[in-house]
């Protein structure tokens, strides 16, 4: 790790939720040579540093990852095409062609004689039928298999999984993958439709205050279970990975389970309001019970993500409001200026 710090350190999707988070926690623990990547425009990223080389490169092109990893010593793949349930429900194919982005990136860090890669897979790479009932079932490593992932981008999520095996067995790369559990915090999605559920309730319950109509709209039955990981955690777990000797897929999520109305009771909470709640029965519900189980995280690192979701909640909350309260501003400006 020491000699990594001064070494050309790359990762991608650099201007989204966490790849954005990855540099800052990077750039604090004093790695000197950082290269971030992002499809998007540089005026339209989460977090940008300048002591850092700030790159907008499509990667789905195989060029671009060559220029990606000429001189990498380790790089992180964040980059991928995803969302929450609404963004992944109608975009399959987007989420499949993510192959590409995965596919070149090995090739190219291949070929430039890179140390370590990381892969960051996903928790949609389960087998469904492990996640029908709604008392969150907790999946352990091995309940991918037989396979029967999320439609699309679950799929993409375990075939690049056995890419990255299949380049450290067959062309000794070296590879670390963590599957992510829902991670939430500041800077992620918060609208437009790519929102996860801990944001979207979360902009729901500030809508609905400011607006004085004390309702929302939740998607399913709010029965639905899931386990949020908050940011703070997935980088930690990040770094302990990376620095791991573990080869195979590992889960990295929080293990404490709570349904969508449960979220939902916290939102209120943390707000102070209490909201008329309505059921949006055929929006996009995913599967009806997901939790990690953490047994061989635990094991292995001695560890698990631990910061309670009303603790992280409540940060997440807190910046969305901030969000939400600029652009109320921003609208207002204009509507003077536009009335004058
Ligand atoms: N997004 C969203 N917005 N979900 C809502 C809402 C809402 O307003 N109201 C209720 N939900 C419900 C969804 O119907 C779903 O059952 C549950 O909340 C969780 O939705 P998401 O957070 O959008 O997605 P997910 O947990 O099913 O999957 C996400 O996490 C995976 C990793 O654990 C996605 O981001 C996947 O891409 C990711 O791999």
Redesign the pocket.
């Known amino acids: 790790m020491e000699q990594a710090k001064n070494k050309l350190v790359v990762v991608t999707g650099a201007g989204g939720f966490i790849g954005g988070h990855l540099v800052a926690h990077l750039r604090a623990q004093g790695y000197k040579k950082l290269r971030a990547i992002d499809a998007k425009p540089l005026g339209e990223w989460e977090q940008q540093f300048v002591d850092v080389e700030n790159l907008s490169l499509d990667l789905n092109l195989k060029e671009n990852c060559e220029t990606a990893a000429d001189g990498a010593y380790e790089i992180y793949n964040l980059a991928a095409n995803?969302?929450?349930?609404?963004f992944?429900e109608h975009n399959k194919a987007l989420c499949m062609l993510s192959i590409l982005i995965n596919t070149h990136m090995l090739q190219a860090a291949l070929h430039h004689g890179v140390q370590r890669y990381f892969y960051s897979s996903?928790?949609?790479v389960y087998n469904a039928d492990r996640q029908k009932t709604f008392e969150a079932p907790s999946l352990k490593e091995e309940d991918a298999y037989p396979a029967m992932a999320e439609d699309g981008?679950g799929w993409e999520k375990l075939f690049s999984e056995r890419m990255c095996r299949h380049f450290r067995e067959d062309f000794g790369l070296t590879t670390r993958l963590a599957r992510?559990?829902?991670v939430y915090g500041p800077h992620g999605t918060w609208e437009g439709g790519r929102?996860?559920?801990?944001a979207?309730?979360c902009r729901?319950v500030i809508e609905a205050k400011a607006s004085g109509r004390h309702e929302i709209e939740?998607?399913?039955t709010g029965e639905?279970t899931?386990s949020f990981m908050y940011i703070d955690d997935c980088l930690k777990g990040i770094d302990k990975i990376m620095r791991s000797e573990i080869v195979d897929a590992i889960n990295l999520g929080s293990s404490e389970a709570v349904s969508?109305n449960q979220l939902v009771d916290i939102a209120e909470e943390i707000a102070g309001i209490k909201l008329k709640r309505s059921y949006k029965l055929d929006?996009?519900?995913?599967?009806n019970g997901?939790n990690s189980d953490n047994t061989l995280i635990q094991n292995l690192l001695g560890w698990e993500p631990n910061t309670p979701l009303r603790v992280g909640l409540e940060k997440t909350y807190r910046w969305i409001y901030d969000e939400y309260s600029q652009k109320q501003q921003g609208r207002a400006v204009s509507a003077f200026s536009g009335a004058r």
């Open positions: 995803m969302g929450g349930m609404g992944i996903s928790a949609c981008y992510f559990h829902n929102e996860k559920a801990p979207a309730i729901k939740i998607w399913g639905q899931r969508i929006a996009p519900k995913g599967v997901r």
